[in-house]
């Protein structure tokens, strides 16, 4: 990966620092994303010029993790000692797939979740901070992508084994 922090400071050192580990829970513990689970592989359906009850659906989409409190996309955290933190800008737009960027419930409310893009998605523009890049390992993801799911969630654990900084 390679954040964009010159773009994105607040939210490049947020995703990095839960990377590393470094940052402490309130009970003075390490967390983080090592050990955590791709909670989410989501496709698109399409119906557009197809006979009704005809979806069409496209693996291609995105993947989603990084909520290492709960598992599910429930859990949200900072390193700034709140919950969420307000969007740092939307100066890089989802025109490419491998895009770092953060998952929220809306508008001011990005977290410790992530997801990675894996088709252009310029809906999600001015909607969810791009803060990053896969540089390598696009394989990988194509790998979790690709993941059988039910209602979009893996159906075997796809796990974060180890991460940090290089």
Same mark, same amino acid.
Request: some cysteine; proline content about 6%; glycine content about 10%.
């Given at each position: 990966?390679?954040?964009?922090a010159?773009?994105?400071?607040?939210t490049?050192?947020?995703?990095r620092q839960f990377c590393?580990?470094?940052?402490?829970?309130? &009970?003075?513990?390490? &967390?983080?994303?090592?050990?955590?689970?791709?909670?989410?592989v989501?496709?698109?359906?399409?119906?557009?010029?197809?006979?009704?009850?005809?979806?069409? +659906?496209i693996?291609?989409?995105?993947?989603?993790?990084?909520?290492?409190?709960h598992?599910?996309?429930?859990?949200s955290?900072?390193?700034?000692? +709140?919950?969420?933190?307000?969007?740092?800008?939307?100066?890089?737009?989802?025109?490419?797939?491998?895009?770092?960027?953060?998952?929220? /419930?809306?508008?001011? +409310?990005?977290?410790?979740?992530?997801f990675?893009?894996?088709?252009?998605?310029?809906?999600?523009?001015?909607?969810?901070?791009?803060?990053?890049?896969?540089?390598?390992?696009?394989?990988v993801?194509?790998?979790v992508?690709?993941?059988?799911t039910?209602?979009?969630?893996?159906? &075997?654990? #796809? /796990? #974060?084994?180890?991460?940090?900084?290089?």
């Amino acid at each position: 990966m390679e954040l964009f922090a010159d773009t994105t400071p607040k939210t490049a050192e947020n995703f990095r620092q839960f990377c590393t580990g470094e940052t402490k829970s309130a &009970q003075g513990r390490p &967390q983080g994303y090592k050990g955590s689970k791709f909670h989410r592989v989501v496709s698109l359906s399409l119906t557009h010029d197809l006979p009704p009850q005809t979806p069409l +659906t496209i693996k291609d989409f995105m993947i989603q993790g990084g909520d290492f409190l709960h598992g599910d996309g429930s859990g949200s955290t900072s390193i700034y000692g +709140t919950r969420s933190f307000a969007d740092e800008n939307f100066n890089l737009k989802h025109d490419t797939p491998g895009l770092l960027s953060m998952a929220n /419930s809306g508008p001011n +409310t990005n977290g410790c979740q992530f997801f990675i893009t894996t088709v252009p998605t310029p809906f999600l523009n001015n909607k969810h901070v791009v803060f990053g890049k896969v540089v390598d390992g696009m394989d990988v993801v194509r790998k979790v992508e690709n993941a059988r799911t039910t209602r979009e969630k893996p159906n &075997q654990d #796809i /796990s #974060i084994v180890q991460c940090g900084e290089m």
